[in-house]
């Protein structure tokens, strides 16, 4: 994620915003819930069948 797309991703945490993160793969999903939730983001994890 580049520094602009992480800035976009506070602002809409602090706005309340809902939206969605894609990840690649899983392999940082529970790095990336814990930054969002330590920021006050309330988050649920979703896994898509490919």
Request: aromatic share 6%; hydrophobic share 40%.
């Amino acid at each position: 994620m580049s520094r602009t797309e992480a800035k976009n991703v506070v602002k809409k945490i602090a706005a309340r915003e809902i939206f969605e993160v894609f990840l690649a793969d899983d392999s940082h999903a529970s790095g990336m819930c814990h930054s969002l939730e330590s920021i006050g983001g309330r988050v649920s994890l979703r896994w898509d069948a490919r």
